[in-house]
């Protein structure tokens, strides 16, 4: 079977779904790997480096995408807006689509592509499960979001992050709140002790408090419940206006006293909670910074402003998009070993053969067989 992995072409995407050293254990199970030539630029790897591990490089993007059984990418439909219909046109039935497709958040474009009688599996999708870990490739791309964000509110902010005792006095650490502790929080807890500030962090998922405080961040506890905080994949869930604004009342405080706000609050499919609102950003001290890292999503803080780097009232806020594509480098080997691992997981004797028991397989799968399949993409179609 064929794999074809084009390059990517969303604008600052730097990141490409295979690197030269996931291609051995790809050819050894039978599979015959097309790079698009100039896939690698990003993470600086020359045509020759895919061809010396085994692929065969392509110059004709239709062509490779028409002779492709199997097609991974890090941005496919859905998660690029602007996909090029050029590019659909030219899989032929029965091609099976492995990338992030923003599927909860674009369900009729998964519709649009079931109807091409196209496989899409979608990365968000995969099961959070011990059985899948080396294929969660959200938990990968947000470890980097966690750990640039830090860095990011480091270089923006005036004050030093660790205590100093120096002949010219003592400096206090900063106040690091993290909101969110999730996988991109936890990275961001670790960072910033790291880096030697006095770290606080909330989610409303009572059970990570154990993982928070084991990275030396003290947790908040508010005096509030939340429904269903999370759901059975381990995601923060949804939950009512009511809920988030008496959040924000109880958190205000510590935003205030804060020096650096990291927010990570991200809800899947849905646009991000508002945590912090305008008022609580104008009574913040001149100088602090907030890195919302759920800016993509519309973002967790009501001044945000996705992509751009602020000063609102004196306060510092940063909304990065595609934070991973900033280190393509580690972006690419992570993700090269996720989505390998995957499309390995379902190759018997050099063929795709798919087991729609198997929680992985069916976990992932958005559409097949001129169908949407995926329980959570259909209701997300009800609702649209």
Wanted: glycine share 8%; hydrophobic share 45%.
């Amino acid at each position: 079977m064929l794999v074809a992995v084009p390059k990517e072409i969303y604008p600052g995407e730097k990141r490409v779904a295979l690197i030269p050293q996931s291609l051995p254990a790809l050819t050894k199970a039978g599979l015959e790997v097309v790079i698009e030539a100039g896939a690698g630029e990003g993470i600086n790897s020359k045509d020759a480096d895919f061809e010396a591990q085994g692929a065969r490089v392509e110059q004709d993007r239709h062509r490779l995408l028409s002779q492709a059984d199997i097609v991974l990418m890090v941005r496919g439909p859905g998660s690029d807006p602007d996909f090029p219909a050029a590019d659909l046109d030219a899989l032929k039935e029965g091609t099976t689509l492995i990338s992030f497709t923003e599927p909860l958040a674009q369900p009729e474009i998964m519709k649009k592509l079931a109807e091409r009688k196209l496989t899409v599996f979608s990365m968000e999708l995969m099961p959070r499960t011990t059985r899948a870990q080396s294929m969660d490739a959200l938990s990968s791309m947000a470890t980097i979001a966690g750990y640039k964000a830090v860095l990011a509110a480091a270089d923006a902010s005036p004050k030093l992050f660790p205590m100093f005792m120096t002949a010219a006095g003592t400096i206090t650490p900063s106040r690091v709140f993290i909101l969110g502790a999730g996988v991109a929080g936890l990275q961001a807890i670790a960072t910033a002790r790291r880096l030697g500030a006095v770290v606080e962090a909330f989610d409303i998922r009572p059970v990570v408090k154990e993982e928070v405080e084991s990275l030396g961040a003290k947790f908040v506890q508010l005096e509030m419940d939340a429904d269903e905080a999370q759901d059975s994949g381990g995601y923060a869930t949804a939950q009512s206006e009511d809920f988030y604004r008496r959040q924000q009342e109880l958190l205000a405080e510590r935003i205030k006293n804060s020096d650096v706000v990291i927010t990570t609050a991200a809800v899947p499919g849905k646009k991000s909670p508002v945590l912090i609102s305008e008022e609580v950003v104008a009574g913040m001290r001149p100088g602090s910074v907030i890195v919302d890292i759920a800016a993509d999503k519309g973002g967790n803080c009501a001044v945000t402003k996705p992509g751009e780097k602020i000063v609102h009232k004196g306060v510092i806020v940063i909304g990065p998009l595609n934070i991973p594509a900033e280190v393509p480098v580690h972006a690419s080997q992570m993700y090269a070993k996720n989505i390998s691992t995957f499309l390995l997981h379902m190759v018997k004797e050099g063929k795709l053969k798919l087991d729609l028991e198997d929680e992985i397989t069916k976990g992932a799968m958005v559409a097949h067989q001129g169908q949407v399949v995926h329980e959570a993409v259909l209701a997300a179609l009800k609702e649209a």
